[in-house]
């Protein structure tokens, strides 16, 4: 049974400071690892999608990197600002036949000014 | 363009009622994709969606839970009996097709059961 491992439950750092995020699999027989954030009552946003193919991902100031065969993940936000304060989830799809995603418990990120 | 519309947005019954809640995803998506979020657990999956194929309701946790789709959009999931561990937040999700494509997610509806 494949588990997600997020580590570390919650991070604060000051604004612009550069951070990295990890997620952790058991079973590397992934299709794709997708990172969403989520804001307090709010639904899940959609941040990066790595097929099992690729190494990595970027969009603007987050870079997603994915090591398969170690079962890890990260994701980088540059300069960060307090609109990134969210819980920062992975997910892993092991189906290939339908997004029947495995997350992560998440990171809980706070940006402080 | 509009996302992944929940209704209701909060939900308090009594125990041993019924409950409906309501998706309606983003228009074209042929995928839809039921999650429930509870306090200390995170993410489970419930059922799933694609196309006009059978449901994969291989995460329900029990036959108290159902759901449909009509249409090829608007899904329902439906409760009944509710029991107290059902309280949760019930989230839907919408994907523009079946393989590697990001899941959009409504905000969710906050089922209390008391």
């Known amino acids: 049974k494949q588990e997600v491992t997020q580590i570390p439950a919650a991070l604060s750092v000051p604004e612009g400071e550069n951070l990295v995020l990890n997620c952790s699999f058991t079973d590397s027989a992934i299709y794709n690892l997708q990172w969403f954030r989520q804001d307090p009552g709010k639904g899940l946003t959609s941040l990066l999608l790595i097929q099992s193919s690729q190494r990595e991902q970027t969009s603007g100031r987050l870079n997603a990197s994915l090591d398969k065969s170690s079962g890890r993940s990260t994701l980088y936000i540059a300069a960060s600002q307090p609109g990134d304060s969210a819980t920062y989830l992975c997910?892993?799809?092991?189906?290939?036949?339908?997004?029947?995603?495995?997350f992560g418990t998440g990171t809980r990120l706070q940006v402080t000014l | 363009g509009a996302g992944v519309s929940q209704s209701p947005s909060n939900k308090v019954t009594e125990k041993g009622k019924d409950v409906e809640l309501r998706c309606d995803p983003i228009s074209g998506h042929t995928a839809l994709y039921w999650y429930r979020q509870s306090l200390g657990q995170g993410l489970e999956f419930l059922i799933y969606f694609q196309g006009n194929s059978a449901p994969d309701k291989s995460g329900l946790p029990s036959d108290r839970f159902s759901a449909e789709r009509t249409g090829g959009s608007v899904s329902t999931l439906t409760i009944q009996r509710t029991q107290q561990e059902d309280s949760a937040v019930y989230l839907c999700a919408s994907s523009e097709r079946q393989y590697n494509s990001p899941l959009h997610f409504g905000n969710g509806t906050r089922l209390t059961v008391t």
């Open positions: 997910a892993v799809d092991c189906t290939g036949t339908a997004s029947k995603l495995t």
